[in-house]
């Protein structure tokens, strides 16, 4: 973990666009993914962001646009869902989306059968099979072999992610990273440097992009090995960083939440 602490509120001058995971980012974690919810302040708060950078404001996120519209609302941002497998490049466009392959609903029946009833949750997501562990984490290598076991009846191109509290099914297409380089490439963003706070093992691919291209790459409490450069502490710390850089002006900006 190459993480440096030489950063300091504010970020240095410069035209930014913001890329933000959600879960263990913006919010806590929680045992099943519809058990969170979002502060007024929160809102307001990304409201603010979006209009300072002009619109180059995005979430990336495993969620799919659905339900981050559901959990946000009424406020709509640009946004990737489903790790890239959805996008939608203005707060009021069109939503493209992606199909799933017809296996998937069975496969998740079974997984289902088998680990529901045990505290774990199985999230249908189209093209992405989500399994939750964070309530019964002794399930998490019984849950990664049954997801591993079903590569052989999807159609080529799926692969398996292992988080930090369960695995995931998804197309190799689906990269949070390939999300990130598809904004840069659209107005507003184009031009501007990327900044990306993450969380977790699939936010890596975004590092690794955001790097690349000279920019901010941010992990949020981060566990074991990681590209990102920054670190920081926890979600209550990723967004008063926010703030201080991004929210309105404050006539003394704070010291660092970044850690090396």
């Known amino acids: 973990m190459n993480i440096q602490a030489d950063l300091t509120p504010p970020l240095p001058e410069g035209r930014w666009a913001l890329f933000l995971d959600i879960d263990g980012t913006l919010l806590e974690h929680a045992a099943h ?29 495993g969620r799919s646009i659905a339900a981050v519209d559901h959990l946000f609302d009424p406020l709509k941002l640009r946004i990737a869902g489903l790790y890239g497998l959805e996008h939608r490049l203005a707060p009021d466009g069109r939503i493209e989306a992606a199909d799933a392959p017809a296996d998937m609903a069975a496969l998740a029946d079974e997984i289902e059968l088998e680990l529901a009833s045990k505290a774990v949750y199985v999230e249908r997501k189209g093209p992405v099979l989500a399994i939750h562990t964070r309530a019964a984490p002794q399930l998490l290598t019984r849950a990664t072999e049954l997801v591993e076991a079903a590569l052989g009846r999807l159609p080529k191109g799926y692969r398996v992610i292992a988080g930090n509290a369960g695995v995931e099914l998804m197309p190799l297409e689906a990269a949070k990273g390939a999300a990130i380089r598809r904004f840069m490439q659209t107005d507003p963003f184009t031009g501007r440097r990327p900044v990306f706070l993450g969380d977790d093992t699939s936010d890596e691919n975004g590092f690794d992009t955001v790097n690349a291209a000279g920019g901010i790459s941010i992990r949020v409490k981060p566990q074991g090995e990681t590209t990102a450069r920054f670190a920081i502490e926890d979600v209550a710390s990723a967004i008063a960083w926010l703030e201080a850089n991004f929210g309105e002006p404050v006539t003394q900006a704070p010291s660092s939440d970044l850690v090396a």
């Not at 979002?38 to 409201?47: A, G, I, M, N």
Request: no cysteine.
């Open 33 to 61: 993914p519809d058990s969170v919810s979002v502060s007024d302040e929160l809102r307001q708060l990304l409201e603010t962001i979006e209009r300072r950078l002009d619109g180059a404001l995005a979430f990336i996120t």
